[in-house]
């Protein structure tokens, strides 16, 4: 059960009502109903909420990934950070980019899967990485550096980042999905 309400239109203030009404029209929610509950959950600090967005969507589009790319780097932090819910949303997302079933699959054991590229094993070991340390070792670093100009590296560590501190909220106050749990194999 959520540990926080549902934010309203009501509880934003006048000058960031323009935020809850842009995400009255978000289409990542099923169907798209609407904010989703991550966002309605970050609705109840609404200036919170706002640079949320402020950071994530730059980060989508200037991370230097391609959409494809970017999901399956953000399916990795979900998936190593157990946070089911990103893995639901971005599974939904991911399959609009262009993922099939068997690469969303994959990405659990990517080490062991023929459907990635170098670079994307690159990208999905430095996931790793920082998922285990605030300072990844060299060898990982060079894998990645190998395969993407500094810019995306930038780009790739402050999406994964990003995405586990999205994971550390949505666990800590209990965010559930808008549907049933996706699972974590499609």
């Known amino acids: 059960m959520p540990r926080l309400p549902k934010a309203t239109r009501e509880s934003f203030p006048e000058d960031l ?16 109903a609407g904010p989703a509950n991550i966002f309605l959950a970050l609705g109840n600090n609404p200036r919170v909420l706002l640079g949320y967005l402020r950071l994530a969507n730059p980060l ?17 932090a979900a998936y190593v950070q157990n946070s089911a819910y990103e893995w639901h949303q971005h599974v939904r997302i991911g399959k609009a ?24 094993k690159a990208m999905l070991g430095w996931v790793d ?16 550096s190998k395969h993407f100009p500094e810019s995306t590296v930038v780009g790739i560590t402050i999406l994964a980042a990003f995405y586990f501190a999205t994971a550390k909220f949505l666990a800590s106050m209990e965010v559930e999905t808008e549907d049933a749990f996706t699972g974590w194999a499609q």
């Open 17 to 32: 009502k323009y935020v809850w009404d842009r995400l009255a029209g978000d289409t990542t929610a099923p169907g798209n």
């Open 60 to 76: 989508w589009a200037h991370c230097g990934l391609d959409t494809r790319a970017r999901e399956i780097a953000i399916l990795r």
């Open 129 to 144: 990485a920082l998922a285990v340390s605030d300072h990844p070792g060299k060898a990982a670093f060079d894998e990645l």
């Open 97 to 120: 980019a262009g993922l099939s079933d068997q690469e969303i699959d994959a990405i659990r054991d990517y080490r062991e899967s023929d459907r990635f590229t170098p670079a994307e």
